[in-house]
Nanobody, 120 residues
Framework: VQLQASGGGSVQAGGSLRLSCAAS????????MGWYRQAPGSQRELVAT???????NYADSVKGRFTISRDNAKKTVYLQMDSLKPEDTAVYYCNAAIKSVRDVYYMDYWGNGTLVTVSS
């Protein structure tokens, strides 16, 4: 099972970016999918999550600016980031709770990081 993230880049403050993260492999089921970020010198923090039920959760710092969504058929989670601020600069990581065809329980998987740089 792998998670492959894409969509990072450089943008000016006020701009937008859309991140994508696709899961692949022998997947039986995916539960929660989400995005985390880690700025230089800081700990990794939650950005947003979405459950298989459709419920979403956002960090206070991104509420109203970021939107998380998922396409279950494509096993993909998205993060639409609008009104970006310099403090959003970080490496963004996708995360998912996945049960492979061989697992009894859901396992925690992390994707590669994708860098988002917002200039003022």
């Amino acid at each position: 099972v792998q998670l492959q993230a894409s969509g990072g880049g450089s943008v000016q403050a006020g701009g937008s970016l859309r991140l994508s993260c696709a899961a692949s492999g022998s997947i039986f089921s995916i539960n929660i999918m989400g995005w985390y970020r880690q700025a230089p010198g800081s700990q990794r923090e939650l950005v947003a999550t979405t459950a298989s039920s459709g419920d979403t959760n956002y960090a206070d710092s991104v509420k109203g600016r970021f939107t998380i969504s998922r396409d279950n058929a494509k096993k993909t989670v998205y993060l639409q980031m609008d009104s970006l601020k310099p403090e959003d600069t970080a490496v963004y990581y996708c995360n998912a709770a996945i049960k492979s065809v061989r697992d009894v329980y859901y396992m925690d998987y992390w994707g590669n990081g994708t860098l988002v740089t917002v200039s003022s």
